[in-house]
C-alpha cells in the first residue's frame, strides 16, 4: 500500500511522538490529522433544539427522512472522524 | 437534541454506552460490569465500570458510576457544605496513564435547615455519580503492544447521611477494581502499521462477495449494470492510454 504514498505513507507510518495531551500517533506533531476541534468552533444546533430535517439514502438505497421516517424514536447521529480502528 | 459529545482530541471518542445512556436519559449497569459493594443496609453503595464489561481500550472513554442506594428519609450532600459537614466525593487513582475527567454529579434539590437559616444540596433515593476515564499513551499506545492485561483502580469514596433531624459520622470508603485491558486489532496493512495493538492478516474478500451477492439478490439488474459500467471505465482507460502513445 505504502508504494501508492510515498513520503506520507512514510510519515504516517514511522514517526511516534506523544502530544501535549499524552497521546502517541504514528503522525508526527502538528499533522493537520492529529488536530482538535478548534476552541469556540460552533458545534451546531443547541441542546433542546429540534434537528434540521435532512434526507439521505439508507444501506438499502431507500431514501430516509430524519423527522419523518423515524416514527417518533430517538436517533443517535454520529459524524465518525476515523476509519482506521 | 437530547446530548452532544465533543472532545479535544479525537483521540478520544465515546462508548455505545454513553450514547445509549444519553438516550434513555438513565444509566443503565449490566451485569457484566466489574463491580464492588459497600456501605451499609440503609446505604447501599455500588461501584462498577459501565460498558464493554469494564475492559480499557485506546481511545474510548469508559465510565466508573458510584450508585448510593439511600433509605428513605437519608440524603447525603453535594458541595459546597457549611463547616463541620462532609460533601459526596469521589476519588479515582489509576496506574500512570489513567486519566480522569471531572466527575458528573446529577442535579441536587434544596434543603433548608433551620438552624443554620441556609439552603444546602441533598440527595436522596438512588444517586449516580459518574466519573469518566480513558487510557493515555503510556497504558495504552495504538503504536506499541499493550504491557500488562489488567490494571488495578482504587476508588475512594467520602460521604456523609443525615436525616432532616440528625447525621451520621462521616465515612470514607475505599474499592479496588481489576479492569481487563482490550488489545485493538487491525489489519496488517503498511497504511495501518502503528495503529493498533496487535496486527493479523485478514482478507476482506468474503465480506465483499456476500455484499455482492445480497445487492445482486435484491436487484437482478444491479449485476449487468455493474459490468456494463465497468467495460466502459476499463475501454476508457485503454483508450486514454492510447491517446497518452
Known sequence: MCQYFGKFCLAMTMTVERDEKGFDAPAPLGHPGRAGLPQGHPTGPEIGEKLPDFELPDTNGR??????????????????RSTVW | MVAKFFHDTY??????????????????LTDDSPTANGGSEDIRITVAVHGGKGSIRQGIIRKLVVRFELADGLHIYGAPVPEGMVATEVTVKGPPGFATQDAEMPPTERLHLDMLDTD???WSGTVDIVVPFY???ELASETRPLDADEILIEVQVRYQACTDSECLLPQKETFT???PMDVIDVPGLGLHKGHGQREGSYSSAPALRRLMFRKIRQNPLSLPKYLWKNMRLERAARKRLRQRG
Do not use: P, Q
Not at chain 1, 69 to 75: L, N, P, Q, S, W
Open chain 1, 63 to 80: 431514501m430516509v427522512r430524519l423527522h419523518d421516517d423515524r416514527a417518533g424514536a430517538k436517533i443517535v447521529l454520529v459524524f465518525y
Open chain 2, 120 to 122: 444546602l444540596g441533598v
Open chain 2, 177 to 179: 477494581l481489576n479492569l
Open chain 2, 11 to 28: 483521540k478520544k471518542r465515546d462508548s455505545a454506552e454513553t450514547l445509549i445512556d444519553a438516550a434513555l436519559g438513565k444509566v443503565v
Open chain 2, 135 to 137: 487510557a493515555k499513551g
